[in-house]
């Protein structure tokens, strides 16, 4: 009796946490062909009599009082019947954890979104610089600046042929730096075509990142001969496994965030790679530490005609260039070149000319860099002793190689048309997250 008691109490307990149509204590097993038929709702009583069939239900093999199979309803009425005959619960399957359809990882200073249609990179570039200048004849001044802030978003959309990139830089008054897709017809970069807002193919030091350079900053002779963005399409097409890159560009020619062209002219670029190695990539020093020798070998060409875009004395100018750079153990090299040939709407044509030669060590292998950098420039043939020059020295404290660093320079710029020097020191921190 007692036991009865509990029982009766036990399923009055276990009511009171069902779901309302359970709530009438509705119970019933059917013995048929060897099998316990469990139910706990009139209706599926009533349609397993009329058709034979449970629909979805719940079988266990040999959990009977005698070793039957049972079949319930639903597992409210399996939890009643093995209650009921004093035996062991049921066991539910543990359930899967629910699909994500997207995947969040985080590498070296970039955040990176996948999912099965779309890949989205995040990454922020963050350098606070302090310069102390020094001319000659006249008051040092030191200042603190955020020299750049950069936000970028790459990745791709709907097929990996078709990437995007968009870049900003918070503190330009014209923030927009990048803004361009690519599609890849092959899928192994044999035919790419670019278009949109991006750097055009020309002066490797101009190519490389801000964030990758050894010196706090690009030389005085990438500055005057590589203008860096531009409106347009380019062609581009690496062959030979990769060994060798061709790139071919079209574009305005006026230069970042032109919102038209300002004559009837486009400039074109060319540039073309040799890394015979493999890839030396476009960042300066070899904070990997390079296993093998890397070098890279290229040139190119570039042609604007800025004639009639304003109203002032516009030239028409080809440059041609060259560079290489070469990695091994630690060690970095590299130097360009470039020749300018001007012609302006009135006066007379005129060459410029300007190379630039680094070296860079890490002495203690991916944490301590020592570099040291030699630019010349002279602006025009015209002019006798106009020459400047830049000589430099810099030191690099990588914590996560360019991704998280602390340099500092120090350089001397030569102008031999004014007589004077400019010693200028630059400390700057770059955190790239």
Do not use: C
């Amino acid at each position: 009796m007692k036991r009865a008691l509990l029982a009766t109490f036990a399923v009055l307990l276990l009511a009171s946490q069902l779901p309302a149509q359970v709530m009438s204590l509705f119970y019933q097993e059917v013995e048929k062909d060897g099998r316990i038929y469990v139910f706990n709702t009139p209706e599926g009583l009533a349609q397993w009599k009329a058709t034979g069939e449970m629909g979805k239900s719940i079988t266990l093999i040999g959990r009977g009082p005698n070793g039957e199979t049972v079949v319930a309803e639903n597992e409210t009425a399996l939890d009643l019947y093995l209650f009921k005959h004093g035996l062991p619960a049921y066991e539910r399957p543990t359930p899967k954890p629910p699909k994500i359809p997207f995947d969040v990882s985080w590498k070296g200073g970039k955040t990176t979104v996948k999912t099965k249609n779309a890949q989205l990179v995040l990454s922020n570039r963050l350098q606070v610089r302090w310069t102390e200048t020094d001319p000659e004849g006249a008051p040092s001044k030191g200042s603190f600046r955020i020299r750049r802030f950069k936000t970028k978003l790459e990745g791709w959309a709907y097929s990996k042929n078709l990437t995007y990139e968009l870049q900003v830089n918070w503190p330009d008054p014209k923030p927009l730096e990048d803004a361009n897709i690519a599609y890849d017809f092959t899928g192994t970069k044999l035919l790419t075509l670019k278009a949109g807002q991006f750097k055009v193919p020309f002066g490797r030091q101009e190519l490389t990142s801000s964030g990758s350079q050894e010196f706090v900053d690009r030389s005085l002779v990438s500055a005057e001969f590589a203008k860096g963005r531009d409106i347009g399409l380019e062609l581009g097409s690496r062959l030979a496994g990769g060994k060798l890159e061709a790139r071919f560009g079209i574009f305005n020619g006026a230069g970042r965030n032109a919102t038209a062209n300002d004559n009837n002219k486009y400039q074109l670029d060319a540039r073309l790679t040799w890394q015979p190695w493999g890839d030396a990539k476009y960042v300066e020093g070899d904070p990997e530490v390079s296993t093998q020798p890397l070098l890279a070998l290229a040139v190119q060409y570039e042609a604007n005609d800025r004639r009639g875009a304003t109203a002032g004395n516009d030239i028409k100018r080809k440059t041609h260039g060259a560079d290489f750079v070469f990695k091994y153990k630690g060690l970095f090299l590299f130097g360009e070149y470039f020749s300018a040939d001007d012609t302006p709407e009135t006066g007379r044509p005129y060459t410029r000319e300007g190379f630039n030669l680094q070296a860079g060590y890490f002495v203690i292998p991916q944490t301590l860099e020592l570099a040291l950098r030699y630019a010349e420039l002279d602006p025009s043939d015209l002019v006798r002793h106009d020459t400047r020059k830049e000589k430099g020295l810099a030191l690099g404290y990588f914590f996560n190689k360019h991704a998280h660093k602390l340099q500092a320079d120090f350089r001397r710029l030569s102008d031999k048309a004014t007589g004077k020097d400019t010693d200028e020191i630059r400390v700057q921190y770059q955190l790239i997250f």
